[in-house]
């Protein structure tokens, strides 16, 4: 296992798009038996890498421990993926599983970041709300929201309101 010394802090409404890619993802290394069977890791050099604006690759040299005396590779490649992002809002309905109740308000803000070259493929089916489940004989006045679905490229989703007022309907 290769674990990588990569700090980063993308600029302003900047951030990761999907995650930091590393190859390879292992080595094979030789050296005296005693001294790399319980090699568990191999760390690397630290890169640090401030306000970035676009993807990044670089190559970060291996760090092997005391009776390594041969390896398979003796550095890793990185690529950093990043990509400008925007907020953006809209306005999903609430999904119930309980037809006896009805809620206050019925759909929901969804407030969300998401990447610029992503911003025309965001389609209200890509979100799922839903409440808490009802308790039977709860005093409880509001229910809370959870987001059960989103896209893999929509990131720091909030709900507004979070809960929502329900009443009985008979």
Request: aromatic share 14%; charged share 30%; net charge positive.
């Amino acid at each position: 296992k290769l674990i990588p010394h990569i700090i980063y802090s993308p600029y302003k409404q900047y951030d990761i798009y999907g995650k930091i890619y590393i190859e390879p993802k292992e080595v094979l290394v030789c050296g005296e038996k005693e001294k790399i069977e319980n090699i568990e890791y191999i760390e690397t050099d630290s890169v640090v890498l401030k306000n970035l604006t676009r993807s990044k690759y670089g190559e970060l040299k291996l760090n092997f421990p005391h009776g390594v005396f041969e390896s398979s590779t003796y550095k890793i490649k990185y690529y950093i993926p990043i990509e400008k992002y925007t907020e953006a809002t809209l306005k999903i309905p609430i999904h119930l599983y309980n037809n006896e109740i009805k809620l206050f308000p019925s759909n929901v803000n969804v407030i969300f970041k998401v990447a610029l070259k992503d911003y025309k493929k965001i389609k209200e089916d890509m979100f799922h709300i839903e409440t808490t489940p009802l308790e039977n004989n709860t005093t409880e006045k509001y229910l809370k929201l959870n987001l059960k679905k989103k896209a893999w490229f929509i990131k720091e989703v909030r709900l507004d309101p979070s809960e929502v007022e329900y009443l009985y309907i008979k």
